[in-house]
Each structure stands twice: as C-alpha cells, then as structure tokens.
C-alpha cells in the first residue's frame, strides 16, 4: 500500500498544516520524546548545578560521614560526608560536557574522513580504508586506554582534553565507516547525476546534494555516540584513569574505595550508577527514535 | 436517459456452470498512520472453472489486496477484511479456521508473485522448496517428491532438472526464477492459479516465455487462471474473462472481446486510450486521464472516476449501480449504455493534436561509441571481466526529433545516455554535439555545454533530491548555472512549474509530498530550466503507471513542439518509444541491431530481434491478438559480461546458422534510410 | 574454500601489523617513561646514571625502530619480551591470567547468545504487544547499565541476602568446576547482558525485517506451517545479521571485561591490561592490545566462515 500524497492533484490544497515538529515528535515517538525530556532534566541540572546543589561537591564534612539518605541528604553522604545528591548534579555536568564535546569531536572528524574517503574515492579511500580497519580492531575501551596511556592523565589547561581525545578518537573511525557507505550511496543517486549533468562545481554537489544527506546518519550517531561517551567516561573514571579526585564524577563516585562499603552505604553505589544508566538510557531511547523519525520511509 | 431499464439481476447473464470462486462484496482495510485505507471497498469478481480471468487496474486499485485477501495473506497486523464472502466450492474462505485455509493454500489455490528475485527463498535449495508443499499436503516421501519435482521442472521447462534440484536461487535468472516459482505453484494439482504481475519485472522475450508456458499449461492441465496486472495487452492475448478495477473497486466486469470492443465505462475507455499501442501509428497524442487517482483515506462519494471523467454529468454524484449488458458484462457507470453504442457526448475536452516537423540538420551525432566497464566479481575471490556495455555505436539525432533507444536489460541504452551526458567516460569514439566532440571536450567547455543538454531519470523517487524544496531544485539551474537573480528565479520557477503541468504552489513542497507523475514533472521542470536543446530521458515513464505515463509522454511532445527540443529517449517498452520517436535504434548486448524510422521500422523490421520484440510485446485488442501466433524467443538473455561470440544474437536467432557465430555483422543500410546488423537479409 | 581461507588470513596480516605499528609507536611518542615512574615515582631520589642503567638494561636506549625490530624479532619467535615492572617475562604474565579471561568471554558469551536468540525472536513474533515492549525496554537497558555496576550490584545482593563476596583467589575449572562455576559466573552475566541486548535487539529487527520478505509471503501461499516458516525460512536468513553482530560485539565483551575484572577481584588480562597502562608498562600494553586484536580479527574471520556456511550466495561467490 502505497500511502502517497494523493489530494495533492488539486491547484489550491491548503498551504499544508505544517505540523510543529516538537509536537510531532512527541505524538510519533513518545518513547523518545520521555527520553529527550530525561536528557533535558539532566541539562538543566548540569547547567544550573550552582543553584540547584544543596552542597558543595568538594565539601568534606567528617560529621556527616556515610549519612543514609534522609532529608538533609536525600541520596546520603559518602565516606568523605560529602552529600551524594550534589555530587550527581555537578556529575551531570562532567558527563554531559565529556560526553557531548568528545562524541561531537569524534563524529565530526569521522564524518569528514568519511565523506572525503568516498568522494575521492580511489587511492585516498583505499588508505583511509585500511587505517579505518586497523583502528577497528581495537575494542573501543582498549583503544581508549591506550591514547590514556599516551596522553596522559592529568587534564590539559584543567579541561579533560585527554580524557576527550581517548574517548573521540574510539568514535573516528566507527563513524568514518558508517558515513562513508552512506555517502557512497548517495553518490551514486540519480539526483547527484542529476546534478553532475547540470555541470555545478564539486564544492557545490558535495554541499548542496551531499551533506544534506548525510546529515540525516550525521545526527543519529551523534545522539547514539553521547550515550557511548559517557558509559566509556564512567567506566575510565571507574578505573583511576579518567576524571580525577575531587571533582565529581559519576563512574569516580564508584570506584576505589566504594567497594568497601557495599553494605554499610550501598546508597553509595546504587544513586551514581542510576544515574549513569538513566541518561544513557534516555539518550538511546531518544536516538532510537530519532532514527525512525528521520528516516524517510517512515515519512509519508 | 434510458439506463435504468438495463437494470437486470445478475443470475439471467451469467454461464451455466458454478463459478469456481467468487468474490463478493469484499472489503479490505489497512490502518496507516493516517487513518484507514480502503483499499478494496465492495468488489465482486468471480471465475468460471477453467478460465482465464484478468484483473486490471492502476498501482493502489486493491487488486493485488483482493487476492491476497483470497488467499488469506494480507500484511498484519495493518490489513484486514472488513466484510463480504470468498466462496470457494462452496465454503466461504473468510470464515474457514486457519488451518483448513492453510491446508487449502497451495493445495487447492496457488500463488504466483511479482518478483521472482526474491520470492524464493535465497538460503534454501530450490529442491527443497518445490518440494514442500508436496510433502505438507500430499504427505510424499523424499523419493516420491523428488521424482515429482523433477517432472515438474521438466513441465516448466528447466532442462537438467535433476542437478538443478541440488542449486539456490541466486544461480538461477529472473525467468528461470519465475519458472520454479510455477513449479512450485503446479505442485499439488490445484484447482486455482492467483498469478500477481507474473512477468512485470522480466524482460520483454522473457515475459513472453513465461505467459506462453503459463496460458499452456493451465489449458493443459485445466487450471483456473487469474491473472493480476497494469498491462492491458497481456488481458488482450491471454484472458477470458477482465475485471477492470479503479479506487478499490470494479467498474467493468465482462468477456474480454466485449470489455475491449465496447468497453462501457470511461476508466475503461480512457485506459485504452492513454496506452501507446504498437499497432497505431504517432500521428496522434495520447488521450490521457487526467488527474490522480483518489485519496483512499477518504474517498469521495458517487462515482469515484468522475472527477477526471471526461462524460461527467451531474447524476454522478450518485453512487453508480452496475448496468448489466449480455454475455455477463457490466459496468458502474450511468452512462454505460450510452457509452457502448458510442452516444455519450464528452463534457470535457480532450486533448488532441499533432506533432509539428522538425528540419534535417542533425544536432547529435554519435560514431562508433564504445564503453567497456572492469568489472571485480563478488568477494575476494572474484575474477576480473570485462563488460563490453556498448560497443561500436553510431547513429544520429535531428534537430527538434526523437531518436527512441529500445532495447532489452543490459543492452546498453543506459550507458549510452550516461555516456552522452559525459557521466561516464566513453572508451572510444566520438559524440558530436553541434559539431563539437563530448568525449574530447574539456572540463571547463563541458561545465559551459552542460546548460544545452539535460536529462531526466527513470526512478522519480531517487531523482530528486528529498532534502530540497520543489522550489529550490528547479531554481538551482537558474541561479547557479544561468546566473538569475532569486527574485527573478522565484517567478520562473512558477512559470516552469505550469508548463510541466503542476501548480506554482508546489514550489513550497518537498519531493516526498508529490505523488510519482508530479516528481517526473518536476524532474522536467528541472531540465527545462536550463533552456537545453537536448534532453536525454532515460526511461522516463516506465516507473509510472499507464494513465500517467499518458499525461508524462504527452508533455513531453507539448514541450517538443512548443520549445523546439530534440530527445533522445530510451525505454524498453517498444509501443512507447513508437508514440513518441521519429527514429528508432534497436539494441542488444551493447550492439546496434537495426535502425530506421519509426513507422518502416514498426511496418517492416528486418533484423529476426526487432522482429521477435514486435512479436513478444502483446497489443491490447483480442480480435488481434488472436489472429497472430506469437513466435516466443527461447533461451535467456547472456551475461554481458561474457557476450557469444559473432552475432551476440546468435544464441537465441531462429535463423542462426554457422557463420553467425564467426562474423560480427555489420551495421548496413539495406533499404534507404534502414540499416541492419544481420548477414542473413 | 582453502584458498579463501588462507586468502582471509594474508589479509589479516597487514592489519594486525597495523596495529602492532600504531600502538608500538604511539605509545612511544610520550615523553616520561616507565623508568622515571617506576624509580622516581615515589618522590625517590635516584641518580640520572641509574635510570640510564636502567634504560639500558630494558633497551629503551636504542633507536625506536631498533626496538620494533626487536619486538617483532621475539614475536616470531614467541618471545614477548620481559614486562618493565615486573621483570617476569610478558608471556608468563599473561598465561597465567588469559584462561580466566578466556572463560568469562565465551561463558558470557555462550549464554547471552542464548537468552538473546529466543527473546529476540519472541518480540519480533509479538511485536508491538506487551511482550514486546518488555523485552525492549529491557534490551534498551542493556545498553544503558554499565557492567561494572551490574556487577557492583550483584555484589551487593549476593552480599546481603547469600553472605557471598567474590572470592579473593581463582579456583581453576579443573580444580574444582563447581567453585569456578559459581565464582565465574557472576561476571558472565555482568558483562553479557549488554552483549544479549545487542544480540537479541538485532534478532529483533532482522526477524521483522525478514518476515516482511516476498520468500515468507511465498512459504505461506504454499501452505508451510506457520511454525516451519519461522523455523526453517525466516531464522536461518535472519541468523546473518545476528551473527555479524555477535562477532562485533565479541571485542566489546572483552573491553567490558577490563573493567568487570575489577569488580570481581578477578586476575585476568583486563586488571593486567589497567595496571599495565596506569605504570606505562609498554611491553604488556603493546602485547596485549596485539592479543586482543588478534582474537578479535580471528572471531571475525569465524564469523565470516559461519555466515559462508549459512549463505549459499557467499558459499558460491
């Protein structure tokens, strides 16, 4: 059954109701859209940590040390009688920020080895190809901690531009190879021949025709990649090698000492990794409707 | 307005015998997104046993759901029937529990599908899948249900039968496909044969095989045949009896000779008339129907064809009865009576007229292009090869005509035009466009020539680019290539968009929001923009369906007129290229087979191809598809990639002798104006 | 056939040497190395001639290339060299800790493939009732939890309710399989619900796709039970994707592993693997990113061959 567009034979059908496209989304894809408010909530947090916060993060308060959760620490305080609950909100921030600048990062650089690796073609993406390979056989965590071992595991200019890097450069060539197989295939679409035939620049063909196109895989894997990002974040930071003490971070917040307290404070180990799974959760719900949603075929 | 006294009960008419099916009063529904479809809404049809039945109607009538719905296999949990009967023998299949229908598909009734690519299953042996129904219903054993299987592949005429057996569908052809696909249908003896566009996706020869071998053995065998296509001439050669379908119902139903000889309804009529025919010369245009079929979201009421009927009149608002006529013909339309004996006055114009001439200088000329692909078989161990796509081709088009390339799959037609459009490089030889060669051109003088030469594209789904607005495709020539200014450009783009016969209105929409024939048009639109005086239209209305491929070829020869265009236009449907060509290339296997005018080619062919294409493709006239003995090509079509040596015709020439397989033919002018590559005229 | 696979394993080569390359020379990029750390790491005071000694000792004084030759020299051979730390020979290192490793891998393996196979079908049969929902919200959560924390909560609830922690040694299989077993098992099931989501979400979507196919339409118009089309035409065509993914996914399980390992106190080549890196103890790092390559590249090559086996069009080709 091919649902098309057939009232559109009439000269003067409504200038189409242009649905909102929040709304839309919402209505369609309601499982995203929980998802997208998840990430929303988690952002306000991140961005309004000062306000929110009850405590400081940092702040070591032996009186209150190992506090179960009541209402003055509704998460509870750990070891250090820090409260539990402000170091989750200042986490968001760390997460978030690591999680989307190195998932951006490693996405854009992979989309533009992907896209230059299919219209050059050739020479140019039989190398690209082969440096893609090699850099595949890595699991990603194992290459992670390898540019860790390398970069080092002090923050450079006190931003975790090494933590950024170990988690982007994983995504480059994950992305690279997914892109460059969609943008292999819209090269060879009749709308680019139609193009090539009407004589415009390649500059022209690749912004106009190509990238538009690829944008599409472009923002999926971009929403999908968050979430990779910040499981990879906690999970370094878990092992002593990603974020350092003090600042809060959630997969730090598990790890070292922690573990000697499964019983005495299991609020210790329980609040951080909801945390964790709950917006890795949302971002995948929401990337998964994304990608119903921007695929064409569900459009009609 | 004598029509209501036609009004007779059915049962006076109808032959003696019990029909072996009958479909009555059936409703199908899909839920979409959007709302329910009614997709089939009230449709009766019913078979006699041992005849052939076609039902006929547009993409989105409801006659594949309607047999789907027979066989109980409608998608779910989207489609569902939403009332009437399917008698069969005398039990009603809607109400049967899913396991007697289950023990009743592919026992009593068989299925023949669309695409024999992939209605085989490609992980299994073809052995074991003809061999399964045989063993679910008749409880064989693996000895007696091979033996079985390979009588049937001998009936469906798959030599080597035995070792054949053992393969996988991937290394059998479409037509090969579709023949184990009759196997398997064939198995179990059934009563009934539902065949969906058997042919639609083969080759011209190939469809031609298969609907000898289907039409012999059901006479054969004594099957019941139903067959489900958009293709009127197939109706004319192989049915009894036709079911014409439009909007999710029947509005003509009646023998086949009746229905085309004096059809009674104006789908029916209007049908006939927008199909380009093989037997009728171009000196016409194609009445078309205009407009689109409706939305079956919400459908109007009254008669459904009557907003691009041609005989409308005012009682169309009301609901059509089916006027009977003899011979158990009838027809849902008011005017029916007036319409068979030819009274019916139109109440809207058609369109007519002729095409103007065009001078003699030549615009395009090609010498001795060839193209030669390396081709890398699949996975690593593939070998290396070389398709010889086009080979050695010359012709020439004159300023303000249509050279037609006809041709079947993998002939080239394709490469030609991509050739021309410098999309590929050629291997060798020369195309000269005002004198000046293509292949030699440089970049820059390409970029420069690009404005006079365009193209549209077969698929107008892929062809347009979905991210864009209407607007903005057909205002990027305008602004990037012809430097006009965007205000400018908005207005010219509305003017583009009238003349490819679509609204200014439009320009605000995406691709995705225009039905098949308004892309094709706006694909048009686009090449119009570049003020070309040569348009390649690579197969631009075989993806349509035939009311719009009317209104598409139509436009076409407007804007040829008007604006003096010269096309060079490839297509495999040899009744098109004939509306709309004033010379014809015959091609096969990358080689040109014959050449001439259109009407000596049509009239006289001299090449045995061009001969055997003429006489594979089925006219849509009964009377005359039964004087002629369709002569059906055997064998396959090869592999270019490894073309028979001499004559590549020669493997499939009923003429064919020795030297055929020694000396590559040349091109010879045999008759003035008529060139041949054949050593045997 | 044969050729094919010695073909595949040629290619194998270049890649593998690719990543011996990249990670042999990247690491060496950095400036500070393991000696420093090792003798000054402390806040020591050690003479600039000792850590030369040192150096010279551990070859870091030769040419870079000097040292890749070498490198590469003793893996021929299979001599890994010495960890810097340690002293003791890499292989040594890692034979001791790769079976317990090993043994996680393919039991968490083994039984997410085989939650994942049945659940992933289930939802694509029911899809869209409540069942189907469970099982992908499920699944969704599978990508979400981190390992290491599903472990750290199985601690917790075995703690609390069995009085069980993980144990401090490894009990061998051999030794006794029941002690291993129930040692083991834990982080099997930490690390593979992620690898079962993967697996069953992709069994999902490929059973729904291909029973959208024209060949299922086909196998139902001839009468086949309803249980032989899901059994014999729609599984065997759906498994190729599936497949592909429990391939892919293999390296995941074992980067899941370096972290879980933890959790557990077990000793395996992940905790090798963390430790190796936080004192830039190259030779192990570089030795076991090469291993883990290899056993991905190697699980790859099986899946491709299983997919050979499942798919007459590559069987032919």
Known sequence: MTAIDQNAGAPTVARRRQPNPVLAFIRFQPLGAAGLLVILIMAAAAIFADVIAPYDPEAIDFMAMLTAPSWEHPFGTDAFGRDIMTRIIYGARTALTIGFVSSFVGCSLGAIIGVSSAYFGGRVDLTIQRFIDILLSYPIIVLALVVVAVVGRQPIAGIDINLILAIAIPIIPRVARVVRSAALAIRAMPYVDAARAGGYSDAHIIFRHLLPNVLAPYLIMLTAYVAQAILLEASLSFLGLGVSEPKPAWGLMLSGDSSNFYQEAPWMIIFPGVAISLTVFAFNLFGDSLRDWLDPKFKT | MSSATLLEPTHTQTAPTAPLISVEDLRVEFSTGRGVVKAVDGVNWSVQPGETMALVGESGCGKSVSALAVMRLLAKPAGRVAGGRIMFEGRDLLTLPESEMRELRGRDISMIFQEPMTSLNPTLTIGLQIMEPLKIHLGMSDEQATARAIELLGLVGIPDAERRLGQYPHQFSGGMRQRVMIAIGLACNPKLIIADEPTTALDVTIQAQILELMKDLSRRLGITLVIITHNLGIVARYADRVAVMYAGRVVEEGPADQVFGAPRHPYTIGLMRSVPRLDRPREYKLATIEGLPPNLLAPPS??????????????????????????????????????????????????????????????????????????????????????????????????????????????????????????????????????????????????????????????????????????????????????????EARERVAELLVQSGLYADMADRYPHQLSGGQRQRVGIARALAMEPSFIVCDEPVSALDVSIQGQIINLLDELQERLGLTYLFIAHDLAVVRHISHRIVVMYLGRVMEMADRDELYAAPLHPYTQALLDAAPVPDPAMERARQPRALTGELPSPLAPPSGCVFHTRCPMASAECRQTVPEVREIRPGHFAACIKI | MLRYLTKRILLMIPTLLGVAVLTFFMLRVVPGDIVELKLRGDGGTVTQEVIDRERTRLGLDKPLVIQFADWMKGLATFDFGTSMWTGRPVAEEISIRIGLTLQVAVMAAIISVLIALPLGTISALFRDTWIDYVVRVVTIAGLAVPSFWLGMLMIMGLLTYFHWSPPVTYTPFLTDPLANMSQLIWPALAVGYRYSAVVARMVRSSIIEVMKEDYIRTARAKGVFERLVVGRHAMRNALLPAITVVGLEFAFLIGGLVVTEQVFNLNGIGRLFVEAVSRNDFIIVQTLVLLIAVMFTVVNLLVDLLYGVLDPRIRFA
Do not use: W
């Open chain 2, 302 to 487: 009254g008669c459904r064809f009557a907003a691009r009927c041609p005989f409308r009149i005012e009682k169309c608002a009301i609901d059509p009865p089916y006027h009977y006529a003899g011979d158990g013909q009838r027809s849902a339309c008011h005017r029916a009576e007036e319409l068979a004996q030819g009274l019916a006055e139109q109440t809207a114009a058609v369109v007519a007229g002729t095409v103007g001439q065009a001078t003699t200088e030549p615009l395009l000329v090609v010498r001795g292009l060839t193209k030669h692909f390396e081709v890398r078989g699949r996975g690593l161990m593939g070998t290396k090869g070389t398709v010889r796509a086009v080979e050695n081709v010359s012709f020439s088009i004159e300023k303000g005509r249509t050279l037609g390339l006809v041709g079947e799959s993998g002939c080239g037609k394709t490469t030609i035009g991509r050739t021309i459009l410098r999309l590929e490089e050629a291997t060798g030889g020369e195309v000269r466009f005002e004198g000046e060669d293509l292949v030699t051109a440089s970049r820059a003088r390409m970029k420069a020539l690009r404005t006079k030469i365009q193209v549209i594209f077969q698929d107008p789904y892929s062809s347009l680019n979905p991210r864009m607005l209407v607007g903005d495709i057909i205002a990027e020539p305008l602004i990037f290539r012809r430097g006009i200014k965007k205000r």
